[in-house]
């Protein structure tokens, strides 16, 4: 199973636009995940899933797709293609989980081909049931689906109305053990506000986040990959630690034991993937 560890930008581009899939590989994403779902009209399903399978065959890692929901016939034929074609993405966007059944459907499905799963949480019952869904076996990070939780809860999207269910699912990521995405930006003019979005998400505890623009990967990649000086602070703390066995020991002013140094090992395994 393919992991998300490292990811800090996914940039979505529509399955009915493939002439777009090269330019998207090219913004400086982490991963392009080929969108079949809510991009992409009903008149346009079956060429947009044409396309997506074609361009998997080429091969690049860096490719993800989001399918339909399975609760609908789009989705469950893009699941059954999945299954026929020689490819498969590197990770499985799969809209609308509401429990860990769907996930298991995923497996049942593709078997032992199966990427890794990417749920996303997009209704109150989803959100209730996160935890689990975090846990099922073959889910390799869940995506914050701000959009429809938003009229779930009849408010609007933005960072305010959405922080405590941001924070609760944030939670049931870390009890899975898996990283956290945060929804896209969806102001495209609004650089100042992305980027303060993007930082307010990393603090709360997103490991990523989606984009819907090329323009939008920059500043998400800024907000969440390691600085060069939490790199360089994160290397002194590993080698005073080390020095010190493994005790608690001071650093830069402060007590150092191994629960902060998780975090700093978080950042060096971050650099570790991005350097891959």
């Known amino acids: 199973m393919t992991t998300a560890n490292g990811l800090s930008s996914m940039l979505f581009v529509p399955g009915s636009k493939p002439e777009r899939f090269e330019k998207a590989l090219a913004s400086g994403a982490d991963a392009v995940c080929i969108d079949l779902e809510d ?14 399978i074609a361009a998997l065959a080429g091969g690049d890692r860096r490719l993800a797709m989001r399918i339909n929901g399975l609760a609908t016939r789009a989705g469950l034929e893009d699941l059954l293609a999945l299954d026929d074609a020689a490819t498969l993405p590197a990770l499985l966007f799969v809209p609308m989980v509401e429990s860990d059944a769907q996930p298991a459907l995923v497996r049942a499905v593709l078997g032992d081909r199966a990427p890794g799963i990417v749920p996303l949480i997009e209704t109150v019952k989803g959100l209730r049931a996160a935890p689990d869904i975090a846990a099922a076996p073959g889910v390799a990070a869940m995506m914050f689906g701000g959009g429809d939780l ?49 930082e307010a998400a990393k603090a709360m505890g997103f490991t990523g986040k ?67």
């Open 39 to 52: 991009s992409v009209p009903e008149a346009g399903k079956v060429g947009a899933r044409t396309a997506a």
């Open 150 to 198: 938003s009229a779930d809860l009849g408010v609007m999207l933005a960072w305010e109305p959405l922080r405590t269910a941001r924070g609760l699912f944030v939670m049931a990521c870390a009890g899975g053990g898996i990283p956290a995405i945060d929804v896209p930006f969806l102001a495209l003019d609004d650089a100042d506000g992305l980027r303060a979005e993007a």
């Open 210 to 276: 989606a984009a819907i623009h090329p323009a939008q990967v920059a500043a998400i990649n800024a907000a969440f990959r390691p600085t060069a000086d939490e790199i360089a602070e994160a290397e002194e703390a590993q080698r005073v630690f080390d020095a010190a066995g493994g005790a608690a020991v001071r650093f830069n002013g402060r007590m150092l034991e191994t629960p902060i140094m998780r975090r700093y090992q978080r950042i060096l395994a971050m650099r570790s993937m991005q350097d891959a």
